[in-house]
């Protein structure tokens, strides 16, 4: 089967670099996928490299690879001298090494080129290599040891198993699927030819381009399936990995003496050759009930902070998800975070575990780890991460709830929330919140505790400048369900569809309220009219932001900050809210915001600003001014905090 034309392009990012050699068996579903998994729009060349084939090889390669740069090189060079040969005819600054035994998997060269771009100390970058069936994991970067010997990383992990998904420094990637930057690569002088014909010329090239200062990154973004050995029989391939080992001992004896043991496969000999291969400050344990997602509200899209701000600063980050299966990996993955998907406390257990540094959000998973971690890690420093105060949240819903006996469990929650939220103050090396309300009840819980107020805002935000004209009247409530019947969220809406909403359509017939969020609990399903609209979950509130004129956070009860607040600001969408819903936010530009608890009055409000054009205008106004303020104010972010914390620990070594 012929391939569609693979396009020229003049000036291209990448040169996919493809020998062939013994057979063509694989090359055409090798080139078919690189073709219908790559952007047209993207500017790349492949060359062919017929690196000593036979006729009937080169002649299947010639009609597999339509509009591909053929080059025939005079004899077999070898992988090295081949590879090297397609090298010298390439135009683009990168060099993408690809076996002709693959298939790829869509944005598997655009991920390893968007990579390169981000990190320009990054010399070679590798894929996500999957066995040929696309259920197992071949290899997710590797390592190498003092004896030479190498260890592929999530070697038989599922293919769709959480971990393996970080982007990360490793020793070296397999050149199955290697992206070497053009000037690292000749500066390191290419493959070496002494490892003819094959095997551990990516090895040695890793140790020249680390030994040049270049840093080897695995992208799990690119990926692609590889039938392994498909061109070298078990028996020639088992001689030349002994005799080219040989080979590499002897060229970097001196190197390999700072690597790490084998210890015989021992698993805290691989644990500690990854930690020098991520050549990492700290490792960072962080425990939250799951994957940070923002669309599930409850704070669980808080730690993608934490992830944003200690991205490429030398953090090896573990992250553990203690409420059911942890998610997609690839979520976090791309700020360098590795996903745990066993028993959290084992791994806190296992000896080839370490942990500089723990963040624990929420109390049940402090009290499920905290003393775990003390145990088994005492030099160990524990941030508690408080999302929100529970104690808070629950005082508030019992001064709302009439039911005597509803009101004597809340009070018995209060209580326990009360005591064990002031005890892991007092516990913690270190208390993050959100709140200045809460930052206050921190202070009075645990005077001598360091505590940090980081304000909570949203990263990207870009206000659509819309005019009132183009808006509809709709109030927009971003809200999560995770927490289901009885949360802020449900009783809220409930609050807000039964006392608030019947006056604002009094008065504005056409206005309606449009509701956010997957699997909103039956009691808040039971408003749906057409003025109370539920969209079920969104991927992007971006046009959502855009179309409404206002939003709204009528709830009576509840604790920490409301992101849901402070993203809609940052929106240039006016807010009406009850205090709760403003709670802790820093408001000093008047306007933006309307406060009230009164349900005539928030009516009041929501209609003045869903139907005058000038008092929306100056709400606005207002609102894109406070966004301003707080993108533009001093603030501390969780880099500073765990740096703080490290010197902390350091300075105590010292004195111990």
């Known amino acids: 089967m012929i391939v569609r034309r693979f396009r020229h392009a003049e000036q291209p990012r990448a040169s996919v670099i ?13 080139l078919r996928s690189l073709l219908e998994t790559t952007d047209p729009a993207f500017p790349y060349e492949v060359i062919l490299v017929l690196n000593g084939a036979a006729p009937h090889v080169a002649a299947a390669a010639r009609r597999a690879a339509r509009g591909a740069r053929i080059v025939e090189a005079p004899a077999n060079l070898g992988f090295g001298g081949g590879s090297n040969f397609g090298a010298a005819h390439a135009r683009a600054p990168y060099l993408v090494f690809l076996n002709d035994d693959v298939v790829v998997r869509p944005g598997w060269l655009e991920e390893l080129v968007v990579t390169a771009d981000a990190r320009p100390d990054a010399g070679a970058v590798g894929s996500r290599i999957l066995f040929a069936g696309g259920e197992q994991v071949q290899e997710a970067g590797s390592v190498i040891f003092a004896d030479g010997s190498t260890a592929p990383l999530g070697r038989g992990l599922p293919a769709d198993s959480p971990r393996a998904r970080a982007v990360r420094e490793v020793d070296y990637c397999s050149a199955c699927s290697l992206l070497v930057r053009r000037a690292a ?4 002088g290419g493959f070496e030819r002494r490892y003819f014909p094959a095997y551990y010329e990516d090895v040695d090239l890793a140790l020249k381009l680390r030994e040049l200062g270049w840093t080897i990154l695995y992208q799990p973004a690119s990926e692609l399936l590889h039938a392994e050995s498909a061109s070298t029989t078990s028996d020639f391939k088992a001689y030349l990995f002994r005799r080219n080992h040989r080979t590499l001992r002897r060229t970097w004896q001196r190197t390999l003496g700072e690597f790490e043991p084998s210890r015989g496969g021992d698993p805290s000999a691989l644990a500690a050759a990854v930690r020098r291969a991520r050549r990492a400050r700290a490792e960072l344990l962080v425990v939250d009930d799951r994957v940070p997602d923002a669309g599930l509200g409850s704070g669980y899209g808080r730690l993608a902070e934490l992830f944003r701000d200690l991205a490429g600063g030398r953090y090896a980050i573990t992250f553990s998800a203690t409420a059911g299966p942890p998610g997609d990996g690839a979520a976090v993955g791309a700020w360098g975070v590795d996903v745990a998907d066993g028993d959290l406390g084992a791994l806190i257990r296992d000896p080839a575990t370490r942990i500089d540094v723990a963040v624990i959000s929420r109390p049940h998973n402090w009290e499920r780890c905290a003393a775990t971690i003390r145990k088994h890690h005492p030099d160990a420093a524990l941030i508690y991460d408080a999302e929100a105060l529970f104690h808070r949240r629950i005082r508030l819903q019992l001064e709302l709830e009439a039911d005597p006996a509803r009101r004597d469990a809340l009070q018995r929650e209060l209580e ?4 064990l939220e002031g005890r892991i103050a007092r516990l913690a090396d270190h208390v ?8 206050r009840a921190l202070r009075a819980f645990a005077p001598r505790t360091p505590i940090d107020l980081l304000l909570a805002t949203t990263e990207g935000v870009v206000p659509s400048r819309r005019a009132f004209a183009q808006r509809r009247p709709q109030a927009l409530f971003v809200a999560g369900w995770m927490a289901g019947p009885g949360s802020p969220n449900a009783d809220g809406l409930e609050w807000f569809g039964a006392e608030v909403m019947p006056l604002v359509t009094a008065r504005l017939p056409d206005a309606c309220a449009i509701i956010t969020g997957a699997n909103p609990p039956p009691q808040v399903l039971r408003l749906r009219s057409p003025a109370i ?14 179309s409404a004129r206002i939003a709204i956070a009528p709830l009576r009860f509840g604790a920490g900050v409301k992101i849901k607040t402070i993203e809609a600001v940052q929106h240039g969408v006016p807010v009406v809210a009850t205090p709760t819903g403003v709670e802790g936010i820093v408001l000093d530009e008047p306007g933006g915001v309307v406060v009230t608890e009164d349900a005539a009055r928030f009516a009041d409000a929501v209609v003045a600003l869903l139907g005058d054009e000038n008092a929306w205008s100056n709400a606005q106004r207002a609102a894109l001014r406070q966004a301003e303020r707080w993108r533009t104010a001093p603030r501390r972010t969780w880099r500073d905090v765990v740096e703080d914390v490290l010197a902390r620990r350091s300075a105590a070594r010292h004195l111990a």
């Open 533 to 546: 609209r539920f969209t079920g979950f969104v991927d992007d509130l971006q046009e959502l932001y855009a």
């Open 185 to 188: 690569f000749e500066q390191a």
């Open 18 to 30: 493809v020998l062939v050699y013994a057979q063509a068996e694989y090359l055409d579903a090798a």
């Open 432 to 439: 993050v919140c959100v709140s200045a309300d809460e930052e």
């Open 416 to 419: 326990i929330a009360y005591e």
